[in-house]
């Protein structure tokens, strides 16, 4: 494993305001990717140089999905790394932690890991020297468990200010990777529960849209077209950052059932860690109707802002009452753009400028 930071590297080179940046996952431009560019793209704007630990420039890609200016970042290959002293080290972390001897080390978790071993001697003494950061309460419970560590709760950035409420149309909407790799996305579960709400609801559409990977399943999402066929239901793939502000613009309702499963022992894993498209969608007026469980807790205030479901009548019932009582849409609709606004980016960067 690389040290980063080490004081013995190049003296030549001031150490300065330059930072490392290290996730493994940019290939699936998922939650993670959005939290860790915009990590980045504070730095940026706070005059740091960042290097990005990835053998190609995908700032372009980046742009697209998530509306996020890093073109000043640098993209940096594996055999650069020891010609770099680094002053902060930011380490998403697949469940394992860096030797690093940069002067701050922040170690950023999405995922609520358990049985990794955090308690050996090797990985106690590094995590004595490191700032633990978590996605939510959520995750911040595990990790906390697993490490001895008191980590921070940043949640993750959402641009309130870019969603807007347009023009409603009877959309239910479902903002999710199509991959069942880690998550309990759910998505078959969605497209059961409106073909049976479907005679109650003739006049309602519902949409799927959601990022392909390389972890995809291609038989998945072919199975969900089929499951999906004749009815009114469109599934949308790749959709660009401005597709999915016109799609919460103009849904009524959000839908989620990440997570869920009937015999309702789950792992962590496949929980959602928290839901950043249910945000986006609150803050353009769509009422989340989502599962009770992970970080949609956090987010929504039960018949407030919401709904949190624990069963499949639960959220038919629910997306009735909101489909056919324009006051209560109209009062939780108001309630979950208010909701939105505590999760702006505004609080993660002053979050993280405290930090560092």
Same mark, same amino acid.
């Given at each position: ?15 300065? *305001? *330059? ?152 959309? $239910? ?92 022992? #789950?792992?962590?894993?496949? $929980? ?6 249910? #945000? ?75 930090? $560092?």
């Amino acid at each position: 494993m690389p040290v980063f930071g080490n004081s013995k590297m190049k003296k030549s080179l001031p150490a300065g *305001r *330059r930072a490392l940046i290290y996730n493994p996952y940019w290939d699936s431009l998922g939650g993670g990717e959005r939290y860790t560019a915009s990590f980045v793209k504070l730095l940026l704007d706070r005059g740091w140089q960042v290097d990005i630990f990835w053998p190609k420039d995908i700032s372009s890609q980046i742009f697209d999905r998530f509306g996020l200016d890093i073109s000043k970042a640098n993209f940096v290959p594996r055999y650069t790394l020891y010609a770099i002293r680094y002053t902060l080290v930011f380490w998403l972390s697949d469940g394992s932690l860096p030797i690093s001897l940069a002067k701050k080390t922040i170690i950023h978790f999405q995922f609520p890991f358990q049985n990794i071993k955090g308690h050996s001697l090797f990985n106690f003494i590094k995590s004595r020297f490191y700032t633990f950061v978590a996605n939510s309460l959520f995750t911040k419970s595990a990790i906390d468990r697993e490490f001895s560590v008191n980590s921070h709760v940043v949640y993750p950035p959402i641009d309130t200010t870019q969603f807007t409420s347009g023009k409603k149309r009877n959309h $239910i909407l479902y903002v999710g990777r199509f991959s069942h790799l880690t998550q309990l996305k759910n998505h078959s579960l969605l497209i059961d529960a409106f073909s049976n709400l479907h005679p109650h609801l003739p006049n309602w559409k519902l949409i799927l849209a959601g990022g392909t990977t390389v972890g995809s399943d291609v038989q998945y999402l072919s199975g969900l077209k089929t499951q999906a066929r004749g009815l009114p239901i469109e599934i949308i793939t790749d959709p660009t950052y401005s597709k999915i502000r016109d799609l919460c613009s103009q849904a009524k309702i959000f839908w989620s059932a990440s997570g869920y499963s009937p015999a309702r022992v #789950v792992d962590p894993l496949q $929980i959602e860690h928290f839901g950043i498209t249910v #945000v986006e969608a609150m803050a353009a007026g769509a009422v989340p109707v989502i599962t009770n469980l992970g970080g949609h807790r956090e987010i929504v205030v039960p018949g407030d802002s919401g709904f949190l479901w624990d069963n499949l009548s639960e959220l038919q019932s629910f997306t009735i009452r909101l489909a056919t009582d324009p006051k209560l849409y109209s009062r939780l609709s108001k309630a979950a753009i208010d909701r939105s606004k505590i999760f702006d980016i505004s609080q993660f960067n002053h979050d993280f400028i405290q930090l $560092i």
